[in-house]
């Protein structure tokens, strides 16, 4: 598949929120592991913003991000908390600026991280990472798509909040972390049942959902009430 292709498909994901089985951390999800198939990066992380600006880790391409997104968090430092402040793109950055940051990014593989901001109309709801494992610069026609991505993706959230007559951000982020530990507490089940690791039980999940059309979050409840068999989930 061409990567004109496969963008046109990402894009129209990206702005469906209509569907009835809309699930945020699938989408969030999605959206990062999109940015790692069309930009030249090796990782990609998202984080949401709550009513009081405090952000939260939503979604990561792998779970060596997610711990470095974590680290942005507790540290306040990094390109993504940096992006969020400013409501602008941090790319090609130099990591010595956050030197704790550039310590953890380095134990983890990446020596150089980028972020954008998740905006419309000057309203900033989140920010996304990019990283890399070498020190080659993100190209301004990578940044830009990263951007567009990025763009698409916020309205699309924003969309779904009025859709659902969310008057503040607070529930739907409040349903996605809640979605998040539910998924996560099924990842582990599944992973120890069927003696896989906890990615391929979390790509399981996912491959089932996306092929049957139905929520992340309806997948992970159903492998814990035990109303979904694990040999459905690893026999797709």
Excluded at 8 to 17: E, G, K
Excluded at 204 to 210: G, K, N
């Amino acid at each position: 598949m061409s990567r004109e292709h496969r963008l046109t498909q990402v894009f129209i994901r990206l702005a469906d929120t209509l569907v009835a089985e809309f699930d945020l951390v699938d989408f969030l999800g999605m959206l990062a592991e999109a940015s790692v198939e069309l930009l030249d990066v090796d990782a990609a992380g998202l984080m949401l913003a709550d009513d009081h600006g405090v952000l939260h880790v939503m979604a990561s391409s792998d779970d060596q991000a997610e711990l470095l997104e974590l680290f942005e968090l507790q540290q306040n430092e990094g390109p993504c908390p940096e992006c969020f402040r400013s409501g602008v793109p941090v790319v090609n950055v130099d990591l010595a600026d956050w030197p704790d940051f550039a310590s953890a990014a380095a134990a983890g593989g990446y020596v150089s991280a980028h972020a954008l901001p998740l905006r419309l109309r000057g309203q900033v709801i989140g920010a996304m990472n990019l990283f890399r494992s070498d020190p080659t610069p993100l190209t301004e026609e990578d940044a830009a798509l990263g951007q567009a991505l990025s763009d698409m993706a916020t309205i699309g959230l924003l969309h779904e909040r009025e859709l659902r007559g969310q008057q503040e951000l607070a529930g739907q982020l409040q349903h996605a972390l809640d979605s998040r530990v539910v998924i996560e507490q099924a990842k582990g089940m599944l992973a120890e049942r069927a003696g896989v690791s906890l990615p391929d039980a979390f790509t399981a999940m996912r491959s089932y959902a996306r092929g049957r059309g139905c929520g992340l979050t309806s997948v992970a409840n159903s492998v814990l009430d035990g109303t979904l068999e694990t040999s459905a989930l690893l026999t797709q």
